[in-house]
């Protein structure tokens, strides 16, 4: 059984599914005076923390971005070196995600990846499948355009061979077809280093995704900068597109009070009405003259 979470309170709802692009390690290690590797290297001791931590508190689902499919385009020794890094991590990491029974699963054209980090990958995936904390998913070699492509293309050789059919589709149709059909959608999306963008990560999945912006590089990131982030995200409204839980009340019960008080005024209106006619035709009886009974009689 998964431990209780030991989770502080952060003031407010806590999320589910966290996203985080982990920017900046590269520029933080020039600062330093560094070589670009040498912020890689640090970067790795973030992504230790954060699970450590997200884990910890109870995230159901931590999704970090680690290399993108533009990522690529980097010169072939920083590729090579990553390449590297990120088969140690999958090896030397395994005892911490087991400590803290987290299931690691990777996201993206992972097939893409060198074979030695691959073979890891899939190592650590089967190592820790049977865990029942946090699911940590590694985004490797993933851009959300080329999810979203990949789907239609899974999706339309479904269509050609008569499996589905395209007229039943909808936007759930879509999401059975992205890499990962089954985990929630990300509550909040964290990235580092001040940069004001998404760079194609979970464009689908983060519609309605809260942001969250630090100006410190991945490197600086830790357990502090993470507890901030969460209370920033504990005092958000969530609102998908509609109202306000407490605006959506008063609107309720406006209607409602504006339903009494027009019953109210209609009842109001009524009875002044009836008692107007019936005060009028009291005097129309009252002002009419009686018959004599003897012209009565003459009439007979």
């Given amino acids: 059984m998964a431990r209780a979470p030991e989770r502080p309170d952060f003031g407010g709802p806590f999320p589910a599914h966290i996203a985080v692009i982990m920017d900046g390690n590269g520029r933080w290690a020039q600062k330093q005076g560094f070589k670009r590797v040498f912020g890689h290297e640090k970067g790795v001791a ?12 109870g ?8 290399f993108s499919v533009e990522n690529w385009k980097r010169p072939e020794h920083e590729i090579r070196f990553l390449m590297g890094m990120l088969e140690r991590f999958l090896v030397d990491e395994r005892p911490t995600l087991m400590e803290n029974r987290v299931r690691l699963r990777g996201l993206g054209r992972v097939e893409d990846l060198p074979a030695a980090p691959l073979r890891e990958l899939r190592a650590a995936e089967a190592q820790t499948a049977a865990n029942d904390g946090m699911l940590l998913r590694l985004a490797l070699s993933y851009g959300s355009r080329s999810e979203i492509a990949d789907a239609l293309k899974r999706y339309g050789a479904d269509v050609q061979a008569g499996r ?16 990962d059909s089954t985990t929630p959608d990300p509550d909040l999306l964290i990235r580092t280093a001040g940069e004001l963008r998404l760079s194609n ?8 995704t809260e942001l969250h912006v ?6 600086e990131f830790g357990r502090e900068e993470l507890h901030a982030a969460l209370r920033a995200y504990a005092v958000r409204t969530r609102k998908y597109g509609g109202l306000a839980p407490d605006k959506q009340a008063r609107k309720e019960s406006d209607a409602q009070g504006g339903l009494a008080s ?3 005024s209609g009842l109001a209106s009524d009875t002044k009405s009836g008692l107007a006619s019936d005060i009028r035709s009291g005097l129309a009886s009252d002002t009419t003259p009686p018959r004599d009974p003897a012209s009565a009689k003459g009439t007979r």
């Fill in 164 to 179: 589905v059919d395209p007229s039943r589709a909808d936007e759930e149709t879509l999401r059975t077809y992205l890499y």
């Fill in 214 to 219: 630090v100006e410190a590089c991945w490197p």
């Fill in 262 to 264: 027009d019953t109210r």
């Fill in 46 to 57: 973030a992504v230790r923390t954060i699970v450590t931590e997200c884990a910890q508190l």
């Fill in 201 to 208: 990560f979970l464009l689908w999945q983060s519609s309605y």
């Fill in 59 to 66: 995230v159901e689902s931590l999704t970090l971005y680690a």
